[in-house]
């Protein structure tokens, strides 16, 4: 910037007391950049913006009694609602984010270049994730079809379990109603709802070649399932433990306000942090109000209404009417109970350790249902925080 060449240094940990303190204030940094893209592409990006033409060609294109209406519905609702109310004081212009995270003004930039460079609808599909994210590789030997590259991994582990529950879900909804490929090809209202989405809800991408055919019912179980997993197993991942990982700050700094001591440091700089590193830490981490700020949202977007609606738990009066859709859902509340136990277990597990150890937060978060409150647990159907 500014026709300086780009500062690029790597630290690493140290036995000497200044390396120690170089190290601590580079996490801070590298914190603070992952926390920007957490908040503003895992979580308002891949769950929050990407969800609303969804729900948009759902409401236009689909009738109420249309099944697969009826499938989306309750991962659907409040979504838009409470989009609107970020837009109003979260992201919008001198917003929370932009005042308290590290992109500050560039915050939307960053967000749409993202979606511009990043964003594919194949690669939403939670295995899809994975193996872009280079998390696992394809192994039809191994369980769910996929070899992890950690094998210590919470959210896959736990995360393709639930996947596969939908998956199973939705296998069993759809075959219902779509016995052959030419049910799905002439089913007008289907075929105008696909269409606006690729089309017109995401239209800046309508040329992509990875766009999902629909014409047979494996194509609509794909495409269900991978929104069914966005609106509810994503985004609890990304969003419920968030005050439990970064409500104490030092833990997860969301802005570092100062360079790290040795990019172009002037002498009265460095003479201050060989003298008071702390003191340099705390200049570089989020201030006061920053701090307080941001420990209030991450609170309450971390919070299960007393009335939310987690995924399984209830049925919905119109899978009820139709028997086989009725035994249909209760094996899928079976197997959320199943993973419930599952999470328990490993969790209990000392070999795990990335889930048990002095100070290591238990994984919970794809456990299907919660207390009410900030728990670090619990999957809506919908987005609906």
Not at 298 to 303: H, K, Q, V, Y
């Amino acid at each position: 910037m500014d026709g300086k060449p780009q500062w690029k240094q790597a630290f690493q940990p140290s036995w000497n007391a200044t390396g120690v303190w170089l190290w601590r204030i580079a996490k801070a940094h590298v914190l603070a950049h992952d926390s920007g893209y957490h908040q503003l592409v895992s979580h308002w990006l891949r769950t929050h913006c990407v969800t609303e033409p969804y729900i948009i060609a759902t409401n236009r294109q689909l009738s109420v009694l249309h099944p697969v209406y009826k499938l989306l519905h309750p991962h659907f609702r409040y979504t838009m609602e409470i989009n609107a109310l970020a837009r109003e004081s979260l992201i919008n212009a001198g917003g929370i984010i932009e005042t308290s995270f590290s992109p500050r003004k560039y915050s939307m930039e960053l967000c749409s270049m993202a979606y511009a460079k990043e964003w594919r609808f194949d690669q939403q599909a939670l295995p899809a994730d994975l193996i872009c994210r280079g998390m696992a590789v394809e192994d039809p030997t191994a369980p769910h079809g996929l070899r992890l590259t950690i094998q210590d991994y919470p959210f896959a582990n736990d995360g393709l379990l639930l996947w596969d529950a939908i998956k199973e879900w939705v296998s069993d909804y759809v075959n219902h109603y779509y016995t052959d490929s030419r049910l799905v090809q002439t089913d007008h209202e289907l075929q105008a709802w696909w269409t606006e989405i690729r089309t017109v809800g995401h239209g800046d991408k309508k040329d992509e070649p990875w766009w999902p055919d629909l014409n047979t019912p494996q194509d609509l179980i794909d495409i269900l399932t991978t929104m069914l997993w966005v609106t509810s197993g994503h985004h609890a991942s990304v969003n419920f433990g968030q005050y439990t990982y970064a409500g104490y700050f030092p833990n997860r700094p969301t802005i570092a306000r100062t360079n790290v001591p040795t990019e172009d440091p002037d002498n009265e700089a460095w003479e201050m942090f060989m003298k008071k590193p702390e003191a340099a830490l705390l200049q570089c981490f989020p201030s006061q109000i920053q701090a307080t700020t941001i420990m209030a949202v991450l609170d309450i977007l971390s919070n299960h209404s007393p009335d939310e609606e987690y995924i399984g738990e209830k049925m919905e009066d119109a899978w009820a009417e139709d028997e086989v859709i009725k035994a249909a859902f209760e094996r899928f509340k079976g197997r959320l109970k199943m993973l419930e136990e599952t999470i328990d277990e490993r969790n209990a597990n000392v070999e795990l350790k990335n889930r048990t150890g002095a100070g290591v937060v238990p994984y919970e978060l794809l456990k299907p249902v919660s207390e009410p409150g900030v728990t670090g647990k619990g999957v809506p159907y919908s987005i609906s925080i």
